[in-house]
């Protein structure tokens, strides 16, 4: 949980479609099925043990967890906070 941290970098293009439909791909996919695989595995990990999760393409703050909403996903922010604990 939260002393561990996946940062990813392309296996999510466009989050607002993707975490609501993790099987949805996109052109720059390489391998298509691999990346759906890889983005389903990922998604179930990240939230079964509400890894922490960063990286490109999310909105700022980019860094947060994933929560289960129906058959798909929903990315919560972390908190911002400015001051270095």
Do not use: C, S
């Not at 989050?15 to 759906?36: C, H, K, S, T, Y």
């Not at 043990?49 to 798909?72: N, S, T, V």
């Amino acid at each position: 949980g939260n002393d561990q941290l996946i940062i990813w970098g392309d296996i999510v293009h466009v989050p607002a479609v993707q975490f609501e439909n993790p099987g949805a791909g996109i052109g720059f996919d390489i391998d298509p099925e691999l990346a759906r695989k890889t983005r389903a595995k990922i998604f179930d990990e990240a939230a079964t043990d509400r890894i922490r999760i960063a990286g490109m393409h999310l909105a700022f703050p980019a860094i947060g967890h994933l929560a289960r909403r129906g058959k798909g996903y929903e990315f919560v922010p972390q908190q911002w906070e400015t001051d270095v604990a």
